[in-house]
């Protein structure tokens, strides 16, 4: 990695814990908001962007993550951390599931894209209509700020977990790409009969990023329910994760272990932009991201990463 | 004592038999060519041998162990790799990191498999270009990468299907030494092949598949002068003119 | 109970229902048959044409079914510049990329219909949902009679258009052999955008037909469109006799359902349908080509 990139990341993160420590609610609150998307975004590079499965339901697993951890609290009174590992593995399980059903039946490509929208309607219609969920009225969490029980006083404490979560997660997707199964990933996502013909098993190495892209996304679930003690079907379940977890990454650079992280700063700094100048006018924000999407796709195919790393070597044109 | 052995193979395509009833045999340590007509079955055969296409009937013994109805992946671990005839590069991947692929199948650690997928690289002539994307590639550049991917898995039986096909003469001479010297490591070979001038240098014993009938064997030099084979790729009649004119 | 007649008359809306869902679901499986690419920005087109129509007749006072002619034209051209001008360029013939950008394209229309329009429910004044005609033991509503068989008309023209002109021969030639066909002198990327219209005109059509006895908010293409992927998967991708069936066949069962399961129910039962199908027989019902 060039000193620029590092400098550069360095100056970020040190942004990043100075308005954690010392920033106003708002900011946050922003913050902490941008880092649960970034960390669902994360989820979905794996999957999407290393292992080239695109999924355009990812909320799937957000929601599994949010109401698994909700329910065994609320109506379990599962302690919280506890509860948020079983929304990790919950998301695992899901992601695997619907990875068999899917990959087993050969679907690729588009037909995976819709499958797992339609997986997700159907647990938010489910998560709508069943009793467990608490319906359309939702699921409140009992306030009880105590570290035991993954609330915290402070905001800023809570928004250094979810900076830690991005982070361990950062290192985890940079160490997997380095190793045979990150190779395996790669081979799958470019040609599956060349990777077959070399050994990898195509439908474990699609399972195995399903999981892991199910658990990292239902982390972000969990951290969601434990910062705002609520949930109803259309924030657990609802397309809004699905797209912006997807659009973090096309934004930020795809199949690049920094590209979730910077996509989803970038895209929520500039909906805060577009709500500050347009006012608060519903869904002029998503016109501005699915317009960005668009242009990202036509004239950016690697992102901001992929900016930022073209305008590095334009700087020093034999590194 | 046999390495692969092709039992009967049969593979219908709806109405179409694109292989039929075709068998053969490779013992181990030997470089053995299958050759035919254009449309004859030969890229059918190697995709049943290989596994990525289900026979309609027959079976395929590779090692002593009945392997019909192991997937494709599971065939490579058991030491089978092939080369595909139209070829499937990693393109978004460097050509290091394609030939690693390969390589992971028997190296766990990332540094081992880039030494190895490095080595072959160099064998094959890949050399200089170990930093390129696939994609960058030459037709001729693309058909070493394939060779250099299939040898990583590090395979007891190579199928290398028409990898000299597209190359110009010169290219073709800088290949051949290459399989000679796979082949003298102990690796068996069973190559699809086109360029006659190939298959007389290396091969063993040949096979000759038409219209999915395997019409023919024999050491290179018997199945030149055999009349089936000569009428199977020049039409009716061609073997009694050519006698004429002799 | 369900008396026969009861069973009888909810199958006929279904099959009446269905007519226009076929209509939709046309667009997306012509454009898919040609351009072999998914088109998620169709929902949103469908709402985008909805409240098209109900502009032309709540603001502008026209008649919803004189509405109809000069909007499917509208869209035609829409669709058209859409394609040559955005998605074809934007995705540069890449599939991942043509998810991405239609995707996109669906966020910033639906959103921008709700930035204008809020999200409140619109209907058309008047008093059409009540215009019902008497059929044996049946009510039928007049304008789904109407939707019906202008839906049925619509799909035989668009047969006929397939078959019979010269520009129908030259999109089912890209549709077949792309290369051969920009060899044959065919202006691939003209018909590509002119497909794409086509389809867009089938969902000004469609929504003219639907506005009459249903509602509009930014959001209501979302449910069409899972219908009408449901159905194009249903009857085999790119199939437009696939289409219509599929789409009555769908009607029928929603309609059936809501009969026996109850509205809620039946909403969650066409996306269970959807995913059994593509698990199930992802070639499609009626043995299309995959």
């Known amino acids: 990695m060039k000193i620029s990139s590092v400098i550069a990341m360095a100056a970020v993160l040190l942004a990043l814990v100075g308005v954690a420590l010392f920033g106003p609610n708002t900011a946050i609150n922003f913050l902490v908001t941008a880092l649960i998307v970034a960390l669902a975004a994360q989820g979905w590079n794996l999957l999407g962007g290393y292992c080239g499965q695109f999924s355009f339901g990812h909320a799937a697993f957000f929601g599994t993550g949010a109401y698994v951890t909700a329910i065994l609290q609320s109506r379990y009174g599962v302690n919280a951390w506890i509860g948020c590992g079983c929304g990790i593995l919950a998301g695992a399980a899901i992601g695997t599931l619907i990875g068999w059903l899917s990959f087993r039946a050969g679907l690729r490509g588009s037909y995976f894209a819709l499958i797992t929208l339609a997986f997700a309607e159907v647990l938010r219609i489910a998560a709508n209509a069943a009793p467990i969920t608490g319906g359309g009225t939702g699921l409140l969490l009992k306030l009880d700020m105590r570290a035991a029980n993954f609330q915290f006083a402070s905001r800023g404490t809570f928004c250094l977990i979810v900076l830690a979560c991005v982070l361990a997660v950062l290192a985890l997707t940079t160490w997997i790409a380095r190793t045979k199964r990150g190779a395996e990933f790669a081979a799958v996502r470019e040609n599956e009969d060349a990777a077959r013909a070399l050994g990898i098993d195509v439908l474990v190495t699609k399972l195995r990023a399903m999981a892991l892209s199910g658990a990292i996304t239902a982390a972000a679930g969990c951290l969601y329910t434990q910062y705002f003690l609520y949930l109803d079907s259309n924030i657990a379940y609802g397309s809004w994760i699905s797209v912006e977890s997807l659009l973090a990454v096309i934004v930020g650079g795809i199949a690049t272990p920094a590209g979730p992280i910077i996509g989803a700063l970038a895209l929520h700094a500039l909906g805060e932009a577009t709500r500050l100048l347009a006012g608060r006018i519903t869904g002029i924000d998503l016109v501005l991201f699915g317009l960005i999407l668009v242009a990202a796709t036509a004239f950016a195919p690697k992102g901001l990463a992929g900016l930022w790393n073209a305008a590095q070597s334009r700087r020093s044109p034999r590194a | 004592m046999t390495l692969l052995h092709v039992e009967g193979i049969t593979k219908q395509f709806g109405g179409l038999r694109a292989v039929d009833n075709a068998s053969l045999s490779v013992p181990p340590g030997t470089i053995t060519g299958l050759i035919g007509p254009n449309g004859a079955g030969k890229t059918t055969l190697f995709g049943v041998i290989s596994g990525f296409i289900p026979p309609t009937a027959g079976r395929i013994v590779y090692n002593g162990a009945d392997i019909t109805a192991h997937p494709p992946h599971r065939r490579a671990r058991s030491g089978i790799a092939r080369t595909f005839q139209i070829v499937q590069p990693f393109a978004g991947l460097s050509v290091v990191e394609n030939i690693a692929v390969g390589a992971y199948l028997r190296h766990a650690k990332r540094a081992d498999a880039t030494r190895v997928a490095s080595d072959i690289a160099h064998r094959v002539g890949l050399g200089a270009m170990l930093h390129q994307p696939a994609s960058a590639l030459t037709v001729a550049g693309r058909k070493r990468l394939e060779l250099a991917r299939a040898l990583a898995t590090a395979p007891r039986l190579l199928l290398l299907d028409e990898v000299l096909a597209g190359l110009n003469p010169s290219e073709i001479r800088d290949i051949i030494p290459i399989i000679q010297a796979i082949r003298a490591e102990g690796v068996t070979i069973l190559m699809i092949e086109h360029v006659m001038q190939a298959v007389m240098n290396l091969c063993e014993h040949v096979y000759v598949l038409s219209q999915g009938r395997m019409i023919a064997e024999g050491t290179p030099q018997a199945i030149c002068t055999d009349e089936q084979v000569i009428e199977a790729y020049l039409g009716h009649g061609a073997a009694g003119q050519m006698q004429a004119h002799a | ?290």
Not at chain 3, 94 to 115: C, F, K, P, Q, R
Not at chain 3, 123 to 140: H, I, N, Q, R, Y
Not at chain 3, 212 to 231: D, K, N
Not at chain 3, 258 to 268: F, P, T, Y
Request: overall charge neutral; some cysteine; charged content about 10%.
């Open chain 3, 1 to 290: 109970m369900y008396t026969p007649a009861i069973v009888a008359e909810a199958m006929v809306n279904g099959l009446l229902t269905g007519a226009v869902y076929a209509l939709v679901a046309l667009g997306l499986t012509l454009v898919y048959g040609v351009l072999h690419i998914i088109n998620f920005a169709h929902g949103a087109l469908l709402t985008c044409a909805m409240f098209a129509v109900w502009a032309a007749s709540e603001l502008l006072g026209i008649n919803v079914y004189l509405a109809i002619p000069p909007l499917a034209l509208i869209f035609l051209a829409l669709g058209y510049a859409l394609q040559r001008f955005v998605i074809g360029p934007a995705s540069r013939g890449d599939d991942a990329n043509t998810l991405l950008v239609t995707l996109g394209l669906s966020i910033a229309i639906e959103n921008a219909l709700l930035a204008a329009f809020k999200s409140d429910t619109r209907t058309l004044s008047g008093d059409a949902a009540f215009d019902v005609v008497e059929l044996g033991p049946m009510l039928l509503s007049r304008p789904r009679l109407i939707g019906f068989a202008v839906a049925l008309v619509v799909a035989l023209l668009l047969w006929a258009l397939l078959r019979r002109t010269d520009s129908g021969k030259a999109i089912r030639a890209v549709a077949r052999e792309k290369m051969g066909a920009s060899l044959m002198g065919i202006d691939v990327r003209h018909i590509y955008a002119l497909t794409f219209g086509i389809g867009c005109a089938c969902l000004a059509v469609a929504a003219g037909l639907l506005l009459p006895t249903f509602y509009v908010t930014p959001r209501v293409g979302q449910a069409f469109v899972l219908v009408a992927f449901t159905i194009v998967v249903l009857g085999g991708m790119g199939s437009v006799a696939g289409a219509l069936l599929g789409g009555l066949l769908i009607g029928v069962v929603e309609s059936l359902g809501g009969l026996l399961l109850g509205e809620s129910l039946g909403q969650a039962g066409i996306f269970v349908i959807f995913i059994l199908v593509l698990l199930l027989r992802p070639t499609g019902l009626f043995g299309a080509r995959a």
